[in-house]
């Protein structure tokens, strides 16, 4: 890990339906790791991984809600401090992109509307099976204030640039 003294410690939430990928985002940005059949068992609270943004050392701490969301309980303490959220959809799958509303509620009940927001579709990689337009997204996000970005954990497109998107704008925030 990087040993140098952090300027800035964020946290950011990973949130969305069950199997859109959030996990495995985390993974690939933290490890570069990918899980081709990730059940969603237990795993490990929060990640950190350290980005230099216009000289200053930040430190991400990235959480995973663990599968949590399969039970409809992503709990208060998740939320508690976060600054920032990636609210994931799978953009082979509908049903995850008409959830973004209700996640976006949840969120702005824990964290009123403080903490930065990328809307990301994930599994761009899928483009065979694709139901959710890069169109669809851009104009979700545009109307609710979001950033967006479309990335694929398996192919690794997009994902440092997403969670760099959300860093940079909360720095911009702070500083
Ligand atoms: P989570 O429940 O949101 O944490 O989703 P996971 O990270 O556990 O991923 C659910 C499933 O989707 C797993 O089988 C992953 O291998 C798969 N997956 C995750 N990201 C991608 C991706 O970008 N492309 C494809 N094709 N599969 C993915
Ligand atoms: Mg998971």
Redesign the pocket.
């Known amino acids: 890990m990087d040993q140098r003294p952090q300027d800035y410690l964020f946290k950011v939430v990973?949130i969305?339906?069950?199997?859109?990928?959030?996990?495995?985002?985390?993974?690939?940005f933290a490890r570069d790791q990918?899980?081709?059949?990730?059940?969603?068992t237990i795993?490990v609270e929060f990640q950190t991984k350290t980005l230099d943004v216009e000289g200053k050392v930040i430190r991400a701490q990235v959480w995973?809600?663990a599968?949590q969301?399969?039970f409809k309980a992503v709990t208060a303490a998740y939320y508690r401090g976060a600054v920032g959220a990636l609210l994931?959809y799978?953009v082979?799958r509908r049903q995850t992109f008409d959830s973004v509303g209700r996640w976006l509620e949840e969120l702005h009940t824990h964290c009123n509307m403080n903490a930065v927001t990328v809307l990301v579709g994930?599994?761009?990689?899928?483009e065979d099976t694709r139901e959710v337009s890069t169109a669809e997204g851009r104009i979700l996000a545009e109307a609710q204030g979001l950033f967006f970005m479309e990335?694929?954990?398996?192919?690794s497109s997009n994902v440092t640039a997403a969670f760099q998107t959300v860093v940079e704008e909360i720095y911009h925030i702070v500083s």
């Open positions: 990973l969305g339906d069950s199997a859109v990928g959030k996990s495995n985002l985390l993974s690939r990918f899980h081709p059949n990730s059940k969603s795993g995973d809600t599968g969301e399969r994931v799978d082979s994930n599994k761009t990689d899928l990335t694929s954990a398996l192919d």
